[in-house]
């Protein structure tokens, strides 16, 4: 039998029972939709923390607390203390890390700022003015605070645009006293509009002299991480090794083993965010593969239906001179054919939907997320939905070319 | 050679071990461009000998040769060739496909034959012009009458220009004026284009109008018997 003929033959035969081939695809359909739309978000989401890490430049290296988590009991150690000024002062020379230009250190703490009764709760980053150049953001007016504000412990900040308009509007922030932790900051400088930049949400962040941070909010010695930058790309290994050698001096470390700080390069950072997204990706990816799996079962079931009733038609095939293959060619067409069909409508409802959730993320919440059609996605769920089909439809279909001619024909 | 031998056939079927003895003892040997009736009461075996001679089923002892060959010298796929080229099959309830027209079900057949499809169409069209009814080929078989889907049926087994037309009570589900009809078509076949037809009926009118009629009775031969008749005066035996 011909193979443009039994395409004809499975197209008439779904289109006789269209509300039932609907039904049935539903599956397939729900399945596939998921399946893209897991693929596209988790890309889109991807791109987007990986733009905004990348944002940070790959001649960034960050010292962290504790040791290189590995396990659940390594997530304490995070929160370690063990990064102190002496190792500030350690890397800050230049002949212990020859391949770093630029070392600063970091404190993070959540605030509340008030200004003539209004009220914002935020971040507030302790560092110093090399952050401007890491992250790629300049005041639009004023200026960053001086290494001086850093060595008087000055009370003054930097805000992001938000926080500007929420406390002050439209008039001038510049010279402003806000109140954190009942201190007065004087304003100095404001960002301009960025967005999101590596983890930190620019516009709603405000930025006060690490050693103002210490004494006056968090009260605390130690740092919550060091940032380094390099020179170029191509010097970050060695640089690492001179940043690993420097802390170990400086802790009195001898066993590498006991290190309780641990190196982080953007690469490093990059990498975890993609196995991270890829985990939670296949995670949900194997809910849909239920989905696929049900609907499967579906068609198995509607297919064993259309094979008792089609009982007649099969023994008159085989009277007319169709070979087993030809019926069971026949049946598994209409089954692939049928969950093929499910595959291209859940691949265009996925991207449909897709498409809606990109424009509501980067209208609504303002993220620069870009809508890009899982082309891969959509090729492997068309080979799944048939290959759904080919599996669930191969007991019906070898049902159907079993049957004896003459059983059939009798058959009412 | 005759074109059909069948030799001390007997078929037994065998359930919740009680053996019925559906055929015993039959013989009989049709030659090229007969036109037999096989009659018979309902339960005389009548269809399962069809069956068999049809090679949809095997016989239990004994041979049944069409041209030359037995069943068991063919492969299932063999057996499906021979069915397609060789044998064409008219049924009581005609057996059309519902979803398509009267030329696409006169066209099956050569679905799944060797012959070229450019072919299909022309065969198709000339079968249905036989059978008289190429106004209806683009009709569903709902829309025909049941004259008009047994003469789609025989169109569909023509159409491969079979060496055997079977046909199992082609007239059963239709009114005697009807039925007649179809049997003209049959007999029409046989006289102008030679075709061997071999019918069942358990209508002695119908029996009437073939050449030689065989009677089976409780799976036996009862008689055998060729005669010389025209077909518009009907002679009584």
Not at chain 1, 66 to 92: H, V
Not at chain 2, 127 to 141: N, Q, S, T
């Given at each position: ?12 035969a ?13 599956g ?12 596209a ?11 905004q ?44 890390v ?35 150049e890491i ?14 504000d ?87 290994s ?7 050698a ?121 993220l ?22 080919l ?22 | ?46 269809s ?5 001679l ?73 079968a ?25 049926a ?42 061997t ?33 025209n ?7």
């Amino acid at each position: 039998m011909n193979l443009k003929y039994s395409f004809k033959s499975a197209f008439e035969a779904l289109r006789a029972n269209k509300s039932r081939s609907v039904l049935t695809i539903l599956g397939i359909v729900i399945g596939i939709t998921a399946i893209i739309l897991i693929m596209a978000i988790g890309q889109g989401g991807q791109d987007l923390i990986l733009n905004q890490v990348e944002g940070m430049g790959s001649q960034t290296i960050s010292i962290q607390p504790g040791r290189e988590p590995k396990g659940i009991s390594d997530m304490a150690s995070l929160f370690s203390d063990s990064l102190k000024e002496k190792d500030y002062e350690a890397l800050k020379k230049k002949s212990n890390v020859p391949s770093v230009i630029e070392v600063m250190p970091e404190v993070i703490a959540v605030v509340t700022f008030s200004y003539e009764g209004e009220t914002k709760q935020t971040s507030v980053i302790g560092a110093s003015e090399i952050l401007a150049e890491i992250l790629d953001i300049y005041p639009s007016e004023g200026s960053f605070f001086t290494d001086e504000d850093i060595n008087s412990r000055a009370s003054v900040v930097v805000i992001g645009s938000e926080i500007k308009e929420d406390l002050f509007g439209l008039s001038q922030a510049i010279g402003q006293k806000i109140r954190i932790k009942n201190r007065d900051f004087r304003v100095v400088g404001v960002f301009p509009q960025k967005g999101q930049v590596s983890m930190f949400n620019m516009d709603e962040m405000a930025v006060i002299p690490h050693t103002t941070a210490q004494k006056y909010i968090t009260g605390t010695n130690y740092y919550n991480e060091i940032i380094l930058k390099v020179a170029s790309e191509s010097v970050v290994s060695q640089a690492i090794k001179e940043i690993e050698a420097t802390m170990r001096e400086s802790h009195n470390i001898t066993d590498p083993e006991k290190d309780d700080f641990h190196v982080h390069t953007q690469a490093d950072i990059i990498e975890s965010v993609s196995i991270v997204t890829d985990v939670l990706t296949a995670l949900l990816l194997s809910v849909a593969a239920i989905s696929l799996i049900v609907g499967g079962i579906g068609i198995m079931n509607i297919m064993l239906v259309s094979v008792t009733e089609r009982t007649r038609e099969i023994g008159l095939r085989k009277a007319v001179g169709a070979t087993q293959r030809d019926i069971l060619v026949q049946f598994l067409l209409e089954s692939v054919l049928l969950t093929a069909i499910g595959g291209v409508i859940g691949i265009l409802a996925g991207a449909v939907f897709a498409f809606l959730i990109s424009l509501i993320l980067s209208k609504l919440l303002n993220l620069s997320w870009a809508f890009n059609f899982p082309l891969s996605a959509a090729m492997a769920g068309l080979v799944v939905s048939a290959l759904v089909g080919l599996i669930f439809g191969i007991y019906p279909a070898k049902r159907a070319a079993a049957k004896s001619p003459i059983e059939a024909l009798r058959y009412e | 050679m005759a074109f059909i031998e069948v030799k001390n056939l007997e078929k037994t079927y065998l359930s919740d071990e009680v053996k019925t003895e559906v055929l015993k003892d039959i013989n009989f040997s049709i030659n090229k461009g007969e036109f037999v009736a096989i009659m018979g009461p309902s339960g005389s075996g009548k269809s399962t000998l069809l069956h068999m001679l049809g090679f949809l089923d095997k016989p239990t002892t004994g041979k049944y040769l069409f041209e030359g060959k037995t069943i068991d010298d063919y492969s299932d796929d063999e057996l499906a060739k021979i069915r397609n080229k060789r044998m064409g099959f008219v049924f009581q309830s005609f057996n059309l496909l519902p979803r398509t027209t009267v030329l696409d079900n006169i066209r099956l057949p050569l679905v799944y034959s060797d012959i070229e499809e450019s072919l299909w169409d022309n065969l198709a069209l000339k079968a249905i012009e036989e059978v008289g009814i190429l106004h209806r080929k683009d009709f569903r078989p709902s829309q025909l009458s049941g004259g008009e889907q047994q003469r789609a049926a025989i169109a569909r087994a023509l159409v491969v220009n079979p060496g055997v037309i079977f046909a199992d009570e082609p007239t059963g589900n239709l009114d005697s004026k009807t039925g007649q009809q179809i049997i003209e078509i049959l007999m029409k076949l046989n006289q102008e284009k030679g075709h061997t037809i071999i019918l069942i009926t358990h209508e002695k009118e119908i029996a009437d109008s073939a050449k030689r009629i065989i009677r089976l009775k409780d799976g036996r031969i009862e008689s055998d018997s060729i005669k010389e008749i025209n077909h518009e005066s009907k002679i009584q035996l």
